[in-house]
């Protein structure tokens, strides 16, 4: 049986615990803050005890051992396992906060608490300590998102193929801040907008009226073919590179009418071809928040 390693890396304090909990409850065996040195003994003990998932999460603890960790998993892909890397991200601000609400002290930090500029600090030296797990993983923003949100977002990133590349295409909207996951950014604030209807205001891109609305403007099918012409023209390219995964985000303003349309169309569009994942920011946090 082919073992699956989901490798959870990331920021202190951007969800590596709630991930690892969503996979635990997808039937995946976890282990946290396993020493890099420790990779490749720990899933050679796994597979021989007949274990075929298992998910690791490193993070700055090990900070010296890191940089071995990419050519360790391109050693375990060539075995035959598939490797599901993770690289959990959230802007410093967002960072900061969750450090001064919880209380708890930075991996990085000097014994005594630091204050919020000092703390800035070192969460950008955790940043550039980091850079090379970033650079080869698939990225999730959490700056905006809550817990079951992200779990939903780490369980479907499992599901998909590791050995394909896969689209995933995300609204958002633009006063809630850019997304720092996504590959491609298409900002379409200027396109008409169904907000000012108050029969479609309270509805959403996913709805038939607004829909129907956005299908009847010109420019919103010129954006929409602009949009798919530039990722088909691309996508060749990306996959030969080698890139497992590629995320376009389309932002509106509140990211609930116009991006949420234009995302459910290219995911549509894309789906025939190839493996494609579908997320709205601001909508799955509503979701997410209601009890």
Not at 22 to 29: M, P
Request: charged share 20%.
């Amino acid at each position: 049986m082919t073992l699956e390693i989901a490798l959870i890396t990331g920021m202190s304090g951007s969800g590596k615990s709630v991930a690892l909990r969503a996979l635990e409850d997808a039937g995946y065996y976890c282990v946290d803050n396993l020493p890099p040195e420790l990779l490749a003994p720990f899933v050679a003990l796994e597979h021989r005890h007949h274990g075929n998932r298992v998910a690791i999460a490193m993070d700055v603890r090990s900070a010296t051992s890191l940089p071995q960790v990419p050519q360790e998993l391109e050693r375990l892909r060539s075995q035959g396992i598939v490797v599901h890397s993770l690289f959990l991200d959230a802007t410093t601000d967002t960072l900061v906060r969750r450090f001064s609400e919880t209380r708890r002290r930075h991996p990085l930090a000097p014994t005594d608490w630091p204050d919020g500029e000092a703390l800035a600090q070192v969460i950008e030296h955790e940043r550039e300590l980091l850079s090379s797990l970033r650079e080869c993983a698939h990225v999730i923003d959490t700056s905006n998102i809550r817990g079951p949100q992200l779990q939903n977002y780490v369980k479907a990133f499992i599901e998909a193929p590791a050995n394909q590349l896969t689209l995933i295409f995300q609204s958002f909207g633009f006063k809630y801040g850019l997304p720092l996951d996504a590959d491609y950014v298409f900002d379409v604030r200027m396109l008409p907008n169904p907000f000012y209807d108050p029969s479609l205001r309270p509805l959403t891109g996913k709805d038939a009226p607004v829909q129907d609305f956005l299908r009847q403007q010109a420019n919103v099918q010129t954006m929409q073919t602009h949009i798919t012409q530039f990722v088909s023209h691309w996508l060749p390219a990306l996959q030969a590179n080698h890139r497992s995964y590629v995320t376009v985000a389309v932002g509106c303003t509140g990211g609930q009418h116009r991006s949420v349309f234009l995302t459910e169309q290219l995911a549509a569009h894309f789906r025939t071809q190839w493996n494609t994942l579908l997320r709205h920011r601001e909508m799955d946090a509503r979701v997410a928040s209601k009890p």
